[in-house]
């Protein structure tokens, strides 16, 4: 049962994550954290936080990590299949039609309406992965101020200097490790 449990999961995930990776964070969350209870919030955040750093998609890193915690590594194959068919499915059909229709009206209409929709859903795991930065006790609690710090600097730093992200994150990840070592 875990297996089928896992694969519809991500299948669910891989079917409905419209507009890449990071607007999958809330359906990803929703299966693995609120429904499933495989992985705790503070869980999904590393998880997260891993899968951004490594390559690949982060709907199919993410399988791949649930997968492995729940199963192993036949859950971590078979959620990730569970991931990725739907788009194989769905990315052929749409560019059989897309070829055909790309300069059609009504094309155009669907194109322009999901946009906005990718932007809120992305907004929405991005603004539940920063509570949990500056609260990681739950909201309400006292602020995570070297989380706060290196929020704030990385995203001037992001928006200034327009590094690699890989070279923002690798540096906030020594920047923290040194800051939660030394600091109480």
Not at 84 to 97: E, G, M, N
Not at 144 to 153: A, E, K, P, R
Request: aromatic share 10%; with cysteine; glycine share 12%.
């Amino acid at each position: 049962m875990t297996f089928l449990e896992l694969f519809w999961s991500f299948f669910q995930i891989g079917l409905f994550s419209i507009g890449g990776g990071n607007a999958s964070l809330p359906l990803i969350q929703a299966q693995i954290v609120e429904l499933h209870g495989w992985l705790s919030m503070t869980e999904f955040a590393d998880i997260v936080a891993i899968a951004e750093i490594t390559p690949g998609p982060i709907g199919i890193n993410s399988a791949t990590f649930v997968g492995t915690k729940i199963a192993g590594l036949p859950g971590a194959i078979v959620a990730t299949l569970g991931c990725i068919l739907p788009s194989c499915i769905i990315v052929l059909t749409l560019a059989y039609f897309y070829k055909k229709l790309k300069d059609h009206p009504l094309m155009q209409g669907v194109l322009g309406g999901l946009r906005p929709a990718v932007v809120s859903l992305i907004t929405s795991a991005g603004l539940g992965i920063l509570v949990l930065v500056l609260f990681p006790a739950g909201a309400g609690t006292s602020i995570d101020y070297i989380g706060c710090c290196l929020f704030v600097l990385s995203f001037i730093v992001m928006r200034i200097w327009k590094p690699n992200p890989i070279y923002v994150m690798l540096g906030s990840g020594l920047l923290g490790m040194g800051c939660y070592l030394l600091l109480p």
